[in-house]
Structure formats: structure tokens, C-alpha cells
């Protein structure tokens, strides 16, 4: 059988998706702001997803964490935050596309890309099993994403797990070398604690689609199910000294035809589940559609 036909296709980067239809500056949390003022937005960005043909939309509650609000002074929103990105992705289901599954988002505690700024194991993992708790009744599968250290691969996918739903777990790697996680720690131990743990299926995500490569390539050598979704920004080294988004710059060289062809190579090379984070919008997600269709009715004929 034709690989192409095996293959699940994720949505893209709902963050920057937001942003793009969000008339305010960035925040520090400007996406809660979206998720708290304007659901509809989010809805809005999931639909766009599916049309495109995203069989797997996650939650918009990426920022939603406890330890991200808190020092703002929001944890109370916690649990209307979480109820809100539900409800949107539901309604959006339900609006564009009944047959899609729901993915749970658990992501790094504090903040992107900062492996350094964490809590101990166990506050760490009893605040994945708050967001787990909010999540379980909505969601069909979690994936735990954009995580930069064994520890925090270990820990989501546990919490994750303990809901007793299929798991996938992305792990981010370093920009210019994708054969270590951000943290410095070899990709494939990353892989196999999340594994350990009972992931499904472990992605390489929000990295540039190069380093992506590398990683997935070595995912792929375990034979166990693989896949990734990059983003496409040029760096996102700002990010780490506490900029915003908006000081991001956009590579131009990844449009959807481009990046298409990208993840048409890394289902070439075995991949299960393609699809896009920051800056990969539902055009990407649709070329990548429209390249899965093309090939599936050749191997048909």
C-alpha cells in the first residue's frame, strides 16, 4: 500500500494563525486574550483547518497553563480558558468537518524553547494532569508538543497517558543541528523516555523543516511511528530573551507549494503523521492535502 494512504494529516500553527487575525500588539499573552475575548476567532482558525482537509485540529489552550498565568495574575481563568478552546473546536467539528479527531495540547509549562525555566518534576507533572483533567472529556487523542527535554517528554506524556487515550508527543530540536533536542540532550533519548512512557506516535515540531529532517530521520530509524511538523520562522532565538512574536521573522522561501514538497519527502522517507506549526497556515495544509489526493488516486490506478 502506498505510504500516502497511512499518513494523518495534522492542522498548522494555530498561534500565529491567531495572530494574524487578531487587530492588537502582541503579549507576553495576547493569544489568551484571543481565547478569552474572541473564541469565535479560534473557531474560525479551525474550520479554515479542516477545509483545507486537516483530519486532527488541537486546542487553541496552548498558552492556557497555570504557570503562564499565574504570574499575571489570570490562573483563575484557568478552567473558562480550556472550556473555551473546547467549545471552538467542537463547534468548528461540528461546522466543518464531523470525522476529525480532537488533539488535547499539552505544552512546555512556562514558556517555548527555554528548557532551563522549569518547575520540579512533581509540581511539573501535577500541572499536566490539571490541564489533562480540563481537556479529557473534549478530547479524542493529546499531543504533548513543542517539549525541549527528555524531562518534560517524560512527564506530559505520562499525564497525558493516565487519561487513558492514544498519545503522541513532539519534541522540538536545536535550529541548527536537529540531531539534539533544545535542551542538548540527543533527539533519540527524547524519544525513547516519551516512548517509555506510552506515546503512540513521537514528532519532531516547531523547529525549521532542516533540523526537522534530521530528526525525523533518526525517529525513523526505531521503525516505531514517526512524524513532524516544522514552523517557519527564521529563528526563534527572540523568543528566549522574552520577546514577542511580532519581532519573528518569517522565512519567505516556505510558501504552501514549498513546504508541500517538504512533507511529501518526509512521508517519503516513512513519516505517519505530517502537518504544521508557527507560520504554516491552512493554504500549506491544503497544498499538502492536494499532494496526498494526487498520490493516493495514482497508486489507486
Known sequence: MDQAQNVTLLDGGMGQELMARWDRPATRLWAVDVLAERP?????????????????????????????????????????????????????????????????????????????????????????????????????????????????????????????????????????????????????????????????????????????TTALDILLESGAPAGAYANGFATVEPLTRGETVDSLETREDLGPDEYAAIAMGWIEAGAHVVGGCCEVGPAHIAAIASRLGERTMRARA
Request: aromatic content about 4%; proline content about 8%.
Open 40 to 212: 469565535d476567532i479560534v473557531e474560525a482558525a479551525h474550520v479554515d483547518f479542516l477545509h483545507a482537509g486537516a483530519e486532527v485540529i488541537t486546542l487553541g489552550a496552548y498558552p492556557a497553563t497555570p504557570s503562564r498565568l499565574a504570574p499575571a495574575g489570570r490562573e483563575a481563568e484557568f478552567e473558562t480558558l480550556q472550556a473555551n478552546a473546547l467549545r471552538a473546536a467542537g463547534r468548528a467539528r461540528d461546522r466543518a468537518g464531523p470525522n476529525a479527531r480532537i488533539a488535547g495540547c499539552l505544552p512546555p509549562l512556562p514558556g517555548s524553547y527555554r528548557p532551563g525555566e522549569r518547575s520540579t518534576a512533581d509540581v511539573a507533572l501535577e500541572e499536566y494532569r490539571r490541564i489533562v483533567e480540563a481537556q479529557a472529556d473534549g478530547a479524542d487523542l493529546f499531543i504533548c508538543e513543542t517539549l525541549p527535554s527528555v524531562e518534560e517528554a517524560r512527564l506530559a506524556t505520562r499525564a497525558a497517558r493516565e487519561a487513558g487515550k492514544p498519545v503522541w508527543t513532539a519534541l522540538t530540536v536545536d535550529e541548527t543541528d536537529g540531531r539534539f533536542l533544545r535542551s542538548g540532550s540527543p533527539v533519540e533519548d527524547g524519544a525513547a523516555a516519551a516512548r517509555a512512557e506510552g506515546a503512540e506516535v513521537v514528532l519532531i515540531n516547531c523547529s525549521p523543516p532542516e533540523p526537522v
